[in-house]
DNA sequence: TATGAATGAGTATTCATTCAT
DNA sequence: TATGAATGAATACTCATTCAT
C-alpha cells in the first residue's frame, strides 16, 4: 500500500466511523426521546437523515445497534467509575468512590439505565442479543465494577468476600436506581444517594474493623 | 329500581366479575407461556376462548388488563407476606419473615417480578398505565410491604427509621432477583437467597443492639 | 338454532363467500396484470379495495390466496374436461373430448397454465404450498385428467397402460402448450393444437388396433 | 491504433472475459445452492468475491447475466447433443442419440431446466429478456435440436416433416422432465426414460416403415 | 354481550440499481 | 475497474383498536 492510499483508507475509515457514531447518537436521541419500545430501525434512520436501509451497511441489524449503543454506555460507566477511583488515595476511599460512582453514573443518566437493564432483560428471554455479544456485555459490566472488588481485596477481604461485596453492592443501588428513576422512593420519603451513602459506609466499615466476620 | 331489578343487575354484575376473571387468568396463562412481550391482546382473548374485540367490553385497554394483573399480583403478594408474618411470634421473627416472604415470592414467580418491572418501567416513561391507575398499584405494594415497617416500629425504630428499613430492604431484594433471574448471580458465584438472609439479618441485628445509629 | 339464526348465519356465511371471492377476483385480474411474481399480498389488497390487513381475515397468508386460485382453477379444468366428455358417446371419442379439452382449457388460458406451472415449481422447491395442501391439489389434477384413464380402459387398456396413456398425454400436451405460449411454436411453423390431435389420434388408434402391443 | 495499444487491448479484454466467466461461475454455483429465487445480484457478486455494484461493469443488469448463464447452458445442451449424436452411425440411431442426449441432458440437470424454463416463463410475461437476446437464445435452441432434423430428413422426411418431428419430441421430452423433476411422475408409477424412450421410438419406427402417412 | 371485518400504522429486512469517489 | 454508501420501493405479516351488526 503507498502512503497515499494509506491516508486515504485512514481517512475512509474514519468518515465511517464518524458515521456510525452519528447513527449511534440519533439511536441515542429517539431512545432518550421514545424509550426503548419506541426506538425501531425506521425511526433511528429517519433521525440519523437515512432511508432505513441505509442503517444496514453500518450495522448488521437493529439489535446490533442496541448492542453498540450498551457497549459504549457500558464503557462511559467503566471511564467514569476509573476516573472517580482515581481521584481517592487509600483503599477505602476508593472502593467509597467506586461504588459511588457506579450509582451516580446511573442516577444521571436514565437511558443508561434503561439500556442496562434492556441488557439484563435480554437475559430473561431465552434471545437476547445473541449469546457472544452478551458475554462481551457482561464482561463490560464486570469490568466497570471490578475497582470495587480490587480496593475490598487491598482492604483485606478475601477474593470471595470482595466478589460478594461487589455482588451485593450492585444489587443494591440497582434497587435503589429503581425507586429513584420511577420516583417511588419519594413515596417513603427517602432519597437514593443518602440511602446508597449509608450502605456503602457501613460495608467499608465493617470490612475495616478487623477480627469480625463481614 | 324495583326489587328484581336489582336482583337482575346482581346476578349480572357476578357474571361480568366472573368473565373479567376468566380472561385475567388466560393473560396469566399467556403471560407465563409467551411472556410480556409475546402476550398480545390477540394471544389472550384467544387464550380465553373470545375474538380480540370482545375484550373491550370487560377492559378499556390492552394496558387495563395488565394492571389488573398486576394487581391481583400485588394482592398474592400481600397475601404471602401476611401468612408468613403470621407464623412468627416475636416482632425480629416477623420482620425477618416478611422481608424474605417479599423475596421468595419473587424469587419463585418470575413472571410476577417481570409484571413488578412492567409497573416500575411504565413510571421511565411518561405514558406509564394512568396516573390513578399508579397510584392504586403503588399503595398496594406498599401494603405489601407494611409489615417490615411496622414490625421494625416494634422492634424500636422511629416511623422514619421503619421507612428507611423498607425502602432499603425492598432495594435489596429488587437488585438481588434482577441478578437471580438473570442468571448473573453465578457469575460472581453468589447465592440470592443466602445474600438476602445476610442483609436482613444483619439490619435485624443493628435494630436490636441498642444505642447504635441504625 | 332458532329459524332467524339459521337464516342470519346463512346470510353472514353467503356473504363471506362473496367477499372472498370478490378477493379471489382481485387476485386473478393482478395475476393477469403483473404476472405470478407481481402478485404481491399487496397489490392484491389493493385491487380489491382492501388493506393488506385486511385479508388477514378472509385467508390465512398469501400462500393460502394462491392455493385457493389454483383450486378453483383446477376445479374448472374438471369441469371443463367432464362436459367434453359428456358430449361424447363412444369411449374412444370420449378419449379424445377429454385429451382435447385438457390441452384446450390451458390453451385459452394462459394464465391458469401459469398457475398450474406454479404448483409443479412448487415442488422443485422444498417449500411448496405445504405439503397438505400440495397433496389436494395433486389429486384434484388427477380427477381432471381421470376421464382418459376411464376411456382408456373402456377400450381394453390395462389399468397400467391407462395409466401410462394419461401421463403421456399430459406430457405432450404439457410441452405443446409450453412452445404455444411463449410462442416458440411459431418458429417451428407449427399448430399446436394440430399437433396434440395428431398425437391423441394415433395413441387411440394403436389402443383400437387389436394384437399390438400400445 | 498503434501496436502496443493494440496488444494493450487485447490483453485487457482477455482478462475481462475472464472475469466475467468468473463471475458467471459464481452465479452457477448460487443458483445451483440457492435456486433460481435465491439467487440474487448480491449473492452472486459475495460469492465471486465481489460488491454487487461491481458486477454493473460486467453486466448490465441481472437478467442480463441469467441470459448469459441460459446462453451457455445452452452451449452446453448443444455440445452433448452433438457428442451424442456422433457415437451413432446409422441416421435412425443418431436421431434417436440426438434426442435422448437432450432429454438426459436435462434430467441430470435440473437447474439447466430451471433455466429453461425462466427462458420460457420470460416469454409468456411481456418483459422477457429483451428481443435480441430471445432471439439469440431461440437459435441457440434451435441449434441443440438440430440434429433431430437433420437426421429425420436423412430417413427420408420432408423439411416440414422433420420440423414437426423436433417440436413434438422437444414438447414430449419437456412434458415428462416437468412431471420427473418435480416427482409427479411417481403418482402415476411411471418412469420418464423409458417414456421418452418408446417415444422416440415409436416415432422412428413411424418414419422407416414406408408408405404411411407420419 | 359478542362477533367479524376492517383499519392504519407499524415491524425488520431484502432487493436491484445508481453514483461519487 | 471497483468500492461503499445510499436510495426507494417492496416484502409478508402483526398490532391494538373501532364499529356496524
Chains 1, 2, 3, 4 share one sequence.
Do not use: C
Not at 457506579?102 to 443508561?112: A, C, N, V
Amino acid at each position: 500500500m503507498t502512503g497515499i492510499e494509506r491516508r486515504k483508507q485512514g481517512r475512509a475509515e474514519a468518515v465511517n466511523n464518524l458515521k456510525r457514531g452519528l447513527i449511534l447518537d440519533a439511536a441515542r436521541r429517539v431512545f432518550e426521546r421514545d424509550g426503548l419500545d419506541g426506538a425501531s430501525l425506521r425511526s433511528i434512520a429517519l433521525e440519523a437523515g437515512y432511508t432505513p436501509a441505509a442503517l444496514y451497511f453500518h450495522f448488521d441489524s437493529k439489535e446490533a445497534i442496541y448492542a453498540e449503543l450498551l457497549k459504549s454506555s457500558l464503557a462511559s460507566l467503566a471511564t467514569w467509575v476509573n476516573d472517580a477511583v482515581a481521584r481517592a488515595r487509600r483503599p477505602a476511599a476508593r472502593l467509597r468512590a467506586a461504588a459511588l460512582a457506579f450509582f451516580e453514573f446511573y442516577l444521571q443518566s436514565p437511558r443508561d439505565l434503561d439500556l442496562g437493564f434492556y441488557l439484563f432483560r435480554g437475559g430473561m428471554r431465552p434471545k437476547g442479543l445473541g449469546q457472544p455479544r452478551d458475554q462481551e456485555l457482561n464482561a463490560l459490566l464486570a469490568a466497570a465494577l471490578s475497582p470495587i472488588a480490587a480496593e475490598a481485596e487491598a482492604l483485606g477481604a478475601t477474593r470471595k468476600e470482595a466478589n460478594l461485596l461487589v455482588v451485593d453492592t450492585f444489587a443494591h443501588a440497582a434497587g435503589l436506581l429503581l425507586l429513584a428513576h420511577t420516583g417511588r422512593i419519594r413515596m417513603f420519603g427517602a432519597s437514593a444517594s443518602a440511602l446508597i451513602e449509608r450502605y456503602i459506609d457501613e460495608r467499608i466499615e465493617r470490612l475495616e474493623r478487623p477480627g469480625e466476620a463481614p
